[in-house]
């Protein structure tokens, strides 16, 4: 059949043309961005050092350097490492049972419309107000020790979970239902060879904005209330005035949740592999 | 409708009403009967908004009737059943599944094995022209070639009947032309029963044995044109005075049921 080959020929020169933009905007992307990235990066910690020095003495911006010593002595000190472990246990143990909870209750809720009209408001509500006046009360129904702080973890990212999984179920081409059901796909068949690929994207994007959101949690709950790991190191050097430290504790947990951030990135790039 | 001998599909007053916004009842179709034979290729045509697809989806039994019936060698269906096959106007390819993935799904979801899917799926895209195109998504491919692959996916399961619901529309008129001489060679050879869905009226006549044509709200079929061109046919009876006249039948009659 010569149909094919007739098709491509007339879409050939638009290809060509397209692919030469794309190398442009490829090498664009694999040489410049980077390049100003690091260049930007560069500017900062010179600004950062070059102020820390003239404020020397004062507690709210030590200079770089002092921070990186800092942060080299943080990570020789086993004490460090321990807390560290307190607050990652939180973190992933509460970021598991968001995904065990998560997925599921937003497949459910996407799927079946009467559970997602009453679940709704719940969401929402979840989703507006600021989950910190939480943790006091999970302290006092779960006390101080980890299940609080997993409460704090779950409540901070399952909402965001729940919604975004929901929407991707929602989003399933009804056409493609119609397809699979045409060629006598059963209701579970259904759901797994169509509604649940389709809601993948969607499934994708919220375990990386709830992973966000758990590592907010994870430092909120050691912050406000129960004082361990990362968090109480942090308590422990504001109150000494201790900036440098503090600084360097600071980057550690932001450091967490760039890695968190970019695994899920790479999550999500997988499940839309296929755009 | 007196078709006589012997009847594949026959659909035996079909009623069907959608509740509209307004809270009233649309009537979508109203005492809709028709039959077809074996092997016969038959066109649905008519205005939009005639119901002419959803009388399709009632045909394949994934919208039951409100009235009537529909039966397949006289047995009254109740649901989508393996001896039809639908190709779609939008095509409904899986966008994360490959061309081959695609086709082979009727096969995966009836539980047919993986060596035999991959075969019967490798078969019906060569059949379709679209042999080296097996590991290609959807989104790389041109709307023809996409439809190909819907047609591949209605053929992979040996059908005795293929529902197509305007399978031409989404694509430009060269490409169109093309899938419809495509079409045409591969139903001489393989001789289906096809019920097609078009509101092309060149389409309808170059494909068709017989073109049934609907009246618009409630849709109902109208006129019934016997297209008595020889068979085998090719492009080149498009040329002959006997077509023109035939899509000039079937235009007057739709040319009515424009008149406000």
């Given at each position: ?89 939180a973190l992933?143990v509460g970021f598991a049972l968001t995904m065990?909870v998560g ?20 969401l929402?509500f979840l989703l507006a107000v600021p989950a910190s006046p939480l943790v006091?009360l999970f ?9 609080a702080r997993v409460a704090t973890v779950v409540t901070f990212g399952v909402a965001i979970l729940i919604v ?42 919220g375990l990386r904005l709830a992973a966000g959101r758990a590592v907010v949690g994870m430092v909120v709950s050691e912050l406000i ?6 968090g ?25 949740g760039?890695?968190v ?15 | ?260």
């Amino acid at each position: 059949m010569n149909g094919i080959a007739a098709e491509q020929a007339a879409a050939e020169p638009i290809r060509t043309r397209r692919d030469a933009l794309k190398r442009i905007a490829f090498r664009r992307r694999a040489v410049l961005y980077p390049v100003a990235r690091a260049l930007s990066v560069l500017v900062l910690l010179l600004a950062w050092e070059g102020a820390g020095r003239r404020a020397a003495g004062s507690f709210t911006l030590p200079p770089v350097t002092a921070v990186a010593a800092a942060l080299a002595g943080q990570l020789a000190d086993p004490r460090f490492w321990s807390a560290a472990a307190v607050t990652l246990q939180a973190l992933f143990v509460g970021f598991a049972l968001t995904m065990a909870v998560g997925i599921p209750a937003g497949l459910i809720v996407g799927r079946v419309p009467v559970v997602g009209r009453l679940v709704n408001p719940y969401l929402q509500f979840l989703l507006a107000v600021p989950a910190s006046p939480l943790v006091p009360l999970f302290v006092i129904v779960f006390g101080i020790g980890l299940a609080a702080r997993v409460a704090t973890v779950v409540t901070f990212g399952v909402a965001i979970l729940i919604v975004n999984t929901a929407a991707g179920v929602r989003l399933t081409p009804p056409s493609l239902v119609q397809m699979a059901e045409s060629f006598g796909a059963a209701p579970v068949q259904v759901f797994r060879r169509v509604v649940l690929p389709a809601a993948l994207p969607g499934i994708a994007a919220g375990l990386r904005l709830a992973a966000g959101r758990a590592v907010v949690g994870m430092v909120v709950s050691e912050l406000i209330i129960i004082s361990v790991g990362l968090g109480r190191l942090i308590s422990q050097y504001s109150a000494t005035f201790d900036a440098a430290n503090l600084y360097a504790v600071v980057i550690v947990i932001l450091s967490i949740g760039v890695a968190v951030a970019r695994g899920m990135s790479e999550v999500e790039r997988r499940a839309v592999r296929w755009r | 409708m007196a078709v006589n001998g012997e009847v594949v599909i026959q659909a035996v007053g079909i009623g069907k009403r959608f509740r509209a916004v307004t809270g009233d009842d649309l009537i979508a179709l109203e005492g809709v009967s028709f039959a077809v034979r074996p092997n016969e290729f038959v066109s649905i045509i008519g205005p939009s908004g005639c119901g002419k697809t959803t009388l399709l989806r009632i045909l394949d039994g994934l919208v039951p009737p409100d009235e009537g019936e529909v039966r397949i060698r006289g047995q009254r269906i109740t649901g989508p059943g393996p001896d039809r096959a639908m190709v779609f106007q939008d095509f409904a390819l899986l966008p994360w599944a490959t061309v081959e993935d695609n086709v082979a799904f009727p096969l995966e979801i009836r539980g047919v094995p993986l060596q035999e899917r991959q075969r019967r799926a490798r078969e019906a895209i060569q059949l379709v022209g679209l042999a080296g195109f097996e590991a290609y998504y959807p989104h790389s491919l041109s709307g023809g070639m996409q439809q190909r692959v819907g047609l591949a996916r209605a053929l992979v399961v040996d059908p005795e009947m293929l529902l197509m619901d305007e399978p031409f529309g989404a694509l430009d008129a060269q490409t169109r032309h093309l899938l419809q001489d495509e079409l045409l060679t591969l139903w001489q050879a393989h001789r289906k029963t096809v019920v097609l869905v078009t509101h092309d009226m060149e389409e309808a006549v170059y494909l068709s044995d017989r073109v049934l044509l609907m009246g618009p709200r409630p849709g109902r079929i109208a006129r019934e044109v016997e297209v008595p061109l020889p068979r085998p046919r090719d492009h080149t009876v498009r040329r002959t005075a006997q077509f023109a006249e035939l899509v000039e039948c079937v235009w007057d009659t739709l040319r009515a049921f424009a008149r406000p």
